[in-house]
């Protein structure tokens, strides 16, 4: 039972490593459309 609750952490926090990724993505995104724009 424990170690279903360590790998559902540890997915979780894979999970919040996607998202910071994608975020942080997102913000270069948005840096070079200002870039391509200007």
Do not use: M
């Amino acid at each position: 039972y424990k170690e279903l609750g360590a790998e559902y952490l540890e997915s979780r926090k894979k999970d919040r490593q996607i998202q910071h990724y994608l975020d942080k993505l997102r913000e270069l995104g948005v840096e070079l459309n200002k870039e391509k724009v200007a």
